[in-house]
């Protein structure tokens, strides 16, 4: 017999079953107004039709601790006693079906604040939304010099041009073009 339905203890936890659900960024929070972050009847709604499905285990996706750790301004937040007064009516209603409710505690740390990433390339949002000015992501770098100065590689790539790009090499190679790729596949 399968293991599936069978409960599954963890020191003092035990979940009825071994089909779990784990956490899923939704993006559907409102993103201002006093419920900014607050779970809404959608969550509810997604959540508890997993609970009455018989579902163990329910992580619920994503919750930042903080406004400005929020991945996009959409996730859910635990910061306030508004998001905690929505997240009691969802585990509520999964302990009533028997489920252990879970959460992914989140913060997005220097690269917070981004939009939903469908609507394209990941850009930063505006003040209004983010709670603050700009986004705080390292910026791209285009070499190993760009290393701090008392980092070892760095005095050597400056001092002996050793990488390819210094060396004017292209990059990538033209082996590794789409269009040599497609040219050799065929």
């Known amino acids: 017999m399968s293991a599936l339905f069978e409960p599954y203890t963890l020191r003092s936890l035990t979940i009825p079953n071994r089909v779990w659900m784990p956490p899923m960024c939704q993006y559907s929070a409102p993103p201002e107004g006093p419920q900014t972050g607050a779970p809404q009847d959608w969550h509810f709604t997604h959540y508890a039709a997993r609970a009455t499905g018989g579902t163990g285990l329910i992580i619920v996706e994503a919750t930042a601790v903080s406004p400005e750790g929020r991945i996009s301004p959409y996730d859910l937040g635990i910061w306030n006693d508004t998001q905690v007064e929505a997240f009691r009516r969802i585990t509520a209603f999964l302990k009533s079906q028997g489920t252990v409710p879970g959460i992914q505690i989140g913060h997005a740390g220097r690269k917070a604040s981004t939009d939903r990433p469908w609507k394209g390339a990941p850009r930063s949002v505006p003040r209004s939304t ?3 000015a700009s986004r705080r992501a390292p910026s791209p770098s285009t070499s190993a010099t760009r290393c701090r100065p008392s980092c070892p590689s760095s005095r050597s790539a400056r001092s002996s ?7 004017g090499a292209r990059w990538p190679p033209a082996s590794m073009s789409p269009r040599s790729t497609a040219r050799t596949a065929i």
Not at 161 to 167: G, V
Request: aromatic fraction near 0%; avoid cysteine; charged fraction near 20%.
């Open 130 to 132: 983010a709670g603050r």
């Open 161 to 167: 041009a050793s990488s390819p790009t210094q060396r």
